[in-house]
């Protein structure tokens, strides 16, 4: 078959691919029958995959750019020019590693676990075409970030630094990281849906690879968080500290760091450092042999999943003990499901972790000296509004089995009671981490508990107050929300009236703060004891 | 008066403006098998979802045991499904499944325990209770999602197309659990296209055809129907539904092909 045709195919197998990520979050069978708004949810699917690709280029540019003012603009730093590229090319590098993995997690399971090479393998093409036209179907989903950053990134930086040289050793450098990226994203992919979503019998074992995929996973996620948030600081202390002359020969072997270098110097042949450039080298030689390494697993993983028809792993008949089973309360039912569910979900367990996470960023972030009263509510803002992302997502869980859960004896009291629950848990984990760190770094961190601590209250209300909205929807249009990172518009207007209930008593004690009441603390906790003890009410009546 | 089981008064679901149910009304007695039979698209599974309270319907009233939809959670209790397209919770396994429903049907731990073992065993899931219900074939799912609807010995089974997948063995057994659970005093509604279980099976069949239902009785009360004696339920069905003549134009023109 020519390579038009299979081109075209591929085509079909994207949309295809595109359609099933967006019909898995929605009620399955309950889907609504009707061509028109299966022709809706088509386009749907289609724009929200260019949307994606779109905002990872978007972020990849706005990051790409701070790349280059120390250059364009002459920023003055107390490190010399050349190490201060080397770091900026060097944090962009794993921006764009991160990044790239980050939106090819949320798509490429979907990809692997498609059934879409069982249609394939019934046509007249060869198992050479439906590998080619898998492959072409995987360049799709990354094609506009990939040439994006490797056409415009080089030529930009050839423009700026004057220097052809420069702006091929970026275009390698961005190649090879775009090569890891799309490795890291497939590895990942098969390993879960072969190990883990379809993987063998549940074990201890199978639970502990879990957490470890589960770890390796965010780790793109707060990579990118990390990078972009503290870009500057990141230059400028890797900008000092290469100063000494065996910190920087050390850094020049490490990846990125090695493509940093070498895109610098290639910038500035006046400001070379022979000794380092020739560790840099040798070292983006080896990353480069790597790659090809990478490339190859690549091929070979795409083949495979073009050749194994009807899925990686099938089931095999496994020696039970028994069929004991542990009934619980109808609510810790849920909550267990639920968090079984979510910790075999890459993107859904990182949202678990994202408040805990982020808690710790904020406090490395804080005058340890002392805490104003506006840190704290910072703080606290920020894990909260992370926090109450949860409530949808939870509800979202349910997935396509929604039809089936809707056929259970289970009130929208124990739904959400039940999800509010995990949620505050989650939002606790947050003020434990927080604790932890206090002792570690000996700090006095006890007011910003007390706020914490009272602070659940608005977050279970805000918790509460979103999940009644999404429940009412779902118990009327039968449709689930989806995930956060492919529905996000819908995400952000249903749970902004969350963001307001948690905001309405951080605000009012920020304001008594400022007029120098001494009332900041009761005032605040009678406002979030009054907003749950409302949502209380109005869930106890549904 | 003996309580009905099931009673559907001008139900009417649609989609916008799609109509898939278009005022039906049936009653099902405690005792009886009741086949829902009907063409791809007729609607069988939308009266089903809105028995079941998946689907809101339009308009029409459904009770279950004299107890009106309405009452959600009682109604629900009663009910034992298993959906025509066993879509269940993936990464769970059928062990953690099972927990799960036990848990919201408030199931007691040493009585699910039992029935949960006899039933790994009549349908032969005991080793595939550990691995992840993605990883099971159609048929060993379909047969998960049966034990699930039988845990809780419900009053009012409800299985659209339940045998579909089914090996041999399994679909044997779902027959006699269903004949036997209407000899026990249980209802059976039941969504099938294959003629001949239906006609074996079930104490009485309705006929839907574009939402409405354009046949209802037993076998031989269809017969009377359409005026033939000897027809089998097939050949009742596709005159019912007026597909007969359609049906003989396409065999002569697949004979002269």
Sequence with gaps: ?542 | MEQAAVIVEGLTVAYGRFVAVDDLSFIVKPGEIYGLLGPNGAGKTSTIKALIGVLQPRSGRVQIYNMPLLDEFVVKSQIGYVPEEVVLFDSLTPREFFEFIASVRRLKADIVNSRLERLAYVFDVKQYFDTPIAALSRGNKQKVAIAAALLHEPKLLILDEPLIGLDARASKILKELITFHAKKGGAVIFSTHIMEIAEKLCTRVGIINKGRLVGEGTVEDLQRLVKSTEGSLEDIFLKVTQQEMDMREIVKALEEE
């Design chain 1, 1 to 542: 078959m020519k390579f038009t045709e299979l081109w075209r195919l591929s085509r079909t197998v994207y949309n295809e691919i595109s359609f099933q990520s967006i019909f898995a979050l929605r009620v399955g069978s309950s889907l609504p029958q009707k061509d028109h708004d299966i022709k809706q949810l088509v386009r749907n699917a289609q724009v929200n995959t260019l949307i994606s690709k779109v905002i990872t280029t978007i972020f990849i540019g706005t990051f790409g750019f701070t790349v280059f003012m120390p250059i364009a603009f002459g920023i003055k730093a107390e490190a010399p020019k050349e190490l201060v590229v080397a770091g900026g090319v060097t944090a962009f590098l794993a921006v764009l590693l991160f990044l790239i993995a980050l939106m090819g997690l949320q798509v490429t399971t979907s990809f692997v676990s498609s059934k879409i090479v069982d249609v394939l393998s019934a046509l007249p093409l060869s198992k050479r075409e439906i590998s080619l036209i898998i492959f072409l179907c995987f360049l799709k989903i990354f094609d506009i970030p990939l040439l994006a950053a490797l056409v415009i990134f080089p030529i930009v930086y050839s423009h700026f630094t004057g220097s052809i040289l420069a702006g091929l050793a970026s275009f390698i450098s961005i190649g090879i990281a775009e090569i890891f990226a799309l490795a890291l994203t497939i590895g990942l992919a098969v390993f879960f849906y072969s190990k883990i979503l379809r993987g063998g019998r549940r074990s201890r074992w199978s639970t502990f690879l879990r957490f470890i995929f589960l770890v390796v996973w965010v780790i793109p996620t707060f990579g990118a968080y990390f990078v972009i948030n503290f870009a500057t600081q990141i230059t400028m202390v890797f900008a000092s500290i290469t100063q000494t002359f065996s910190t920087i020969h050390s850094v020049a072997l490490i990846y990125p760091f090695s493509f940093g270098f070498l895109a610098s110097y290639s910038a500035f042949p006046d400001k070379i450092n022979y000794s380092v450039l020739s560790f840099s080298i040798i070292a983006c030689i080896g990353y480069s042999v790597f790659a090809a390494y990478c490339l190859k697993f690549i091929l070979h993983s795409i083949r495979q999943i073009g050749c194994e028809v009807g899925g990686v792993v099938t089931s095999a008949r496994e020696i039970v003990k028994d069929t004991i089973i542990h009934p619980y309360a109808p609510w810790f039912g849920v909550i267990r499901k639920d968090l079984r569910i979510a910790s075999r979900s890459p993107s859904y367990a990182s949202l678990f972790l994202l408040p805990a996470i982020q808690t710790a960023l904020l406090v490395f972030s804080f005058p340890f000296s002392e805490l104003e009263l506006n840190s704290i509510v910072g703080m606290l803002l920020g894990v909260s509004l992370v926090t109450i992302l949860l409530p949808p997502l939870l509800l979202s869980i349910e997935g396509l089995a929604y039809g089936y859960m809707r056929s259970l004896p289970l009130n929208k009291k124990t739904l959400i009671f039940a999800k509010t629950l995990t949620t505050i848990v989650t939002y606790a984990f947050s003020l434990v981490v927080l604790f932890t760190v206090a002792m570690l770094v000996k700090k006095n961190f006890s007011l910003v508990l007390t706020f914490g601590i009272i602070n659940s209250l608005a977050v279970a209300a805000a918790s509460m107050l979103e999940l009644s909205f999404f429940i009412r929807k779902l118990w009327k249009e039968g449709s689930v929300l989806g995930n956060i990172y492919t529905r996000l518009g819908t995400f952000i207007l249903i749970v902004i009236p969350g963001f307001v209930m948690v905001l309405i008593p951080l605000i009012a004690a920020t304001t008594v703060y400022f007029l120098g009441s001494p009332l900041v603390l009761p005032i605040f906790s009678i406002i979030a004891t009054l907003e749950f003890t409302a949502m209380l009410i109005v869930i106890l009546h549904e």
